[in-house]
C-alpha cells in the first residue's frame, strides 16, 4: 500500500554569510527518507538543533527543501506552486508546540476552528457552528468553550483547541511537533490519549516530533532518532527502544532520568557539548561526543545501513567493510544482530572532568 | 541526631495583588530543610513552588508580598531581616540556581568577569587569588579549560555550559544552601544528565544542601531524599522520596506518579481529569477536591491539614487511610 507521506534524500541547508567572501552552509537536515503509512505515526526523535523540526516544515512546504522529495499518497509534492498547494493544505496540517503562540489572541477560539471549514469550503455557512461544536466535542470541549478566547483556556484546552482546527479539514497526516511539551504532565497524559483515540478512530498519519523517548513509546509505531541533521537509526519503536544499535540512541535512552529512587540504570554519557551543524564533517558527526569513537569513525563517511530489514542505522560498527566479514547468517531480526566488539563497552562515564 | 534545620519555615503565607484583587499564592506552608541533604518541591504550573523560594529568599515581584509566617534560617527570620542584611544572605549563606541560565548571566559581561565579581563582593578575593579560586570553582562545575571558558560571553557557551557556570557563580560565595529553580529543565535529555551527575557529585564531595524545584518526578528520584508535593499554594504531602514513590498518601501524588508516560508496555496512561487551577479561581476547602477521584462532601466544605502518616511523611487529606 502506497504510504502516506514519504520523502526521498530531504535535503536543507541554510547558508549563512559572515563575511564578504566567507560563506559557510549550515545543514538543517540531510539525507531524511522516511515513510509513514495510513494510520501509523512515525517519531522523529533527537535534541536541540538535530533537524527534526526542519524536516517537519519541509514536509509542509512551510519551507522549501534544497533537495530530495515529499510525496503524499505517492504523489510528489515537492515542484506544486503555491496555488496548486493550497488545495492538498486540506490533507496536511499541524500542531505546534506552544498552544497559546499559536492561536491568534484576538479570535475567539470557534473562529479559529471555523477558519480552516469556510477556507476549504468544507461546511456551509449556516452549518459552520454545528461543525465547530462537534469538532470541539471529538476533542474533548463542551460547545460553551466556543466563545472563549484563548487565554481564556488552560494549556491543555489551548491544545485542544490547536487540534482541533488540525482535524477540521479531515487530513491524511498531520505533523505534531512536541505538541505536549508545554503542558502539564497531569495534562500532558490527556493529550497524548486523545492523540491515541483518535488516530485509531480516523486512520491519521503522524509525524510526531519530540524529544522526550517516554511520550514517544506511547504514541510511535516507527522512530527516526536525528543527530546533528542526520537520521542515525531508525526502525520499529519498540525494536528501537529496546535494543538501540546508535551510541546516540543509546545515549539518549539511558540519560532519561530513573523512575524510581532505587532505580539501578546502566549509563551511556555523551562527552562534552553540542557540535555545531554549520559545515559539518562527511564522516559520523558524533565523533566528537561518541564514547565508543575509534579512529576509523573520522576517516570514512558514516552511511545509512539497514542492519536487518526495516531497521537501520548510521554508525560505522555496522557498515559491513568495516566489520571483520560479513553477518553469517544475515540476520532477519534485531535480536539476532550480535554488537559484541569489544569497543561498543564504555568506560564508565562519570560527570566529565577536566 | 537533634541539630535543628538548616531552614525552617513555618505558616508561610504569600500573595499576589493586582488591580482588581488579592490572590493568595501560598497557604500555611511548612518544611524543614535540614543540613546536608537534598529536598525536592515538587509541582505543576501555578503549585506554587517557584514562589516558596522567592518568598524565602525575599525576591518576589512587585506585586507579590508575604503577609505571614517565619522563615529561620540557623534560627534567624530572614522575613525581619532589612534589605541589607538580606542582601548579605543571599550572597553569602543561600545561592539560587535558575531555569533559563543564558537569561540570568549579564549578557554584556564575560562570564568571568561576573564571576570575579563574585568573589571580589563577597568574599573579599582580588587578582591573582580570585582566578586561582575562579579555576578551582570551573573544575568542580566540570567547565574544562578555564581560561577559555572565563573570556567567553553567555551567548558564545551551550545551554549546559551556561547553566555549569551558573552554579559556580551559585557556589562562589560558599553558600550553605543552594536552591535550584528547574534546573535542568530548558536543557536536552544528554545535558540534564551531565548536570544531574555535577549536582550529585557536589552533594557528596561537599555536603551541599539543596532545595531543587522542579516538575519533573524523574529528577527527584535521581536526587532527592526528602520531596514536597505541591498543589495550589498548599503542601498535599511531604516524605521521604521512597515513601512519596512506593507508598503516595494522596490522591494528586498517586496521579501525578501514574501520569507518567514510561518507556514500556503500551497502555492509555491514567492522567488526572480536569485542569491545573488558575490562581484567580483556588477551589475551596481542599483545592484538589474538583479533579479528585475520592472526593466527598467534606472535601468541598473543610480544608485538610496535614497530618502525619508514617514518621517524617505527612499528607493533607480527608480520606489519605483509605488510600493505599
Known sequence: MTPVLETRGLKKVYPLRSGLFTHANLVAAEDVSISIPRGETLA????????????????LRLEEPTDGEVLLEGKPITGLKASEMRALRRELQMVYQDPLDSLNPRHRVGELVAEPLWLHGIAPKRGVRSEVERLF??????????????????????QRVGIARALA???????????????????????????????????????????????????????AVMYLGQIVEAGPKSDVLERPFHPYTQALISSAPVEH?????????????????????????????????????????????????????????????????????????????????????????????? | MTTAPLLQVRRLCTEFVTPSARLPVLDNVEFDVNEGEILGIVGESGSGKTVTALSVTKLLPAAGRVVGGEVLF????????????????????????FQNPRASLNPL????????????????????????????????????????????????????????????????????????????????????????????????????????ITHNLGVVAELCDRVIVMYAGSIVEEGPALEIFDRPRHPYTLGLLASRPRVGPNGSLAGIPGQVPDLRDRPPACPFH???????????????????????????????????
Open chain 1, 44 to 59: 522523529l526523535v533527537g535534541e536541540t538543533g538535530s533537524g527534526k523540526s526542519t524536516v517537519g516544515k519541509c514536509v
Open chain 1, 137 to 158: 466535542g471529538t476533542v474533548g470541549l463542551g460547545p460553551h468553550h466556543v466563545d472563549r478566547l484563548p487565554h481564556q483556556l488552560s494549556g491543555g484546552q489551548q
Open chain 2, 109 to 212: 559581561l564575560p562570564v568571568g568577569v561576573t564571576l570575579e565579581q563574585v568573589l571580589r563582593a563577597h568574599r573579599g578575593l582580588h587578582g591573582e587569588e580570585a582566578r586561582r579560586i575562579s579555576f578551582e570553582l570551573l573544575a568542580d562545575v566540570g567547565l574544562p579549560d578555564p581560561a577559555r571558558v572565563l573570556r567567553r560571553y553567555p551567548h558564545e557557551l551551550s545551554g549546559g555550559m551556561c547553566q555549569r557556570m551558573m552554579i559556580a557563580l551559585a557556589l562562589a560565595s560558599g553558600p550553605s544552601l543552594l536552591i535550584a529553580d528547574e534546573p535542568t529543565t530548558a536543557l536536552d535529555v544528554t545535558i540534564q544528565f551531565q548536570i544531574i551527575s555535577l549536582l550529585k557529585r557536589l552533594r557528596e564531595e561537599h555536603g551541599l544542601t539543596l532545595i531543587l
Open chain 1, 261 to 354: 529512587p532505587t532505580e539501578v540504570k546502566e549509563r551511556i554519557a555523551m562527552r562534552g557539548e553540542p557540535t555545531s551543524p554549520v559545515d559539518p564533517p562527511a564522516h559520523c558527526r558524533l565523533v566528537p561526543r561518541c564514547p565508543f569513537a575509534k579512529p576509523i569513525c573520522s576517516q570514512v563517511p558514516a552511511e545509512l545501513v539497514e542492519v536487518v530489514p526495516g531497521r537501520s542505522t548510521r554508525c560505522v560498527r555496522f557498515q559491513r567493510e568495516h566489520r571483520n566479514g560479513e553477518w553469517t547468517p544475515a540476520p532477519e531480526r534485531a535480536a539476532d544482530v550480535v554488537v559484541d566488539l569489544p569497543e561498543l563497552v564504555p568506560a564508565p562515564i562519570v560527570d566529565p572532568q577536566p
Open chain 1, 169 to 223: 479539514t479531515s487530513p491524511k497526516l498531520v505533523v505534531l511537533d512536541e505538541p505536549t511539551s508545554a503542558l502539564d504532565v497531569s495534562v500532558q497524559a490527556q493529550i497524548i490519549n486523545l492523540l491515541r483515540r483518535l488516530q485509531a478512530e480516523r486512520e491519521l498519519a503522524f509525524l510526531f516530533i519530540s524529544h522526550d523517548l517516554a511520550v514517544v513509546s506511547l504514541l510511535a509505531h516507527s522512530v
Open chain 2, 290 to 324: 474538583p479533579r479528585c477521584k475520592y472526593e466527598q462532601d467534606v472535601c468541598h466544605e473543610q480544608a485538610p491539614v496535614l497530618e502525619q502518616a508514617s514518621p517524617g511523611h505527612r499528607v493533607s487529606c480527608h480520606f489519605w487511610r483509605e488510600i493505599v
Open chain 2, 74 to 97: 540557623r534560627g534567624r527570620n530572614l522575613l525581619a531581616l532589612s534589605d541589607r542584611q538580606m542582601n548579605k544572605i543571599r550572597g553569602e549563606q543561600i545561592s539560587m540556581v
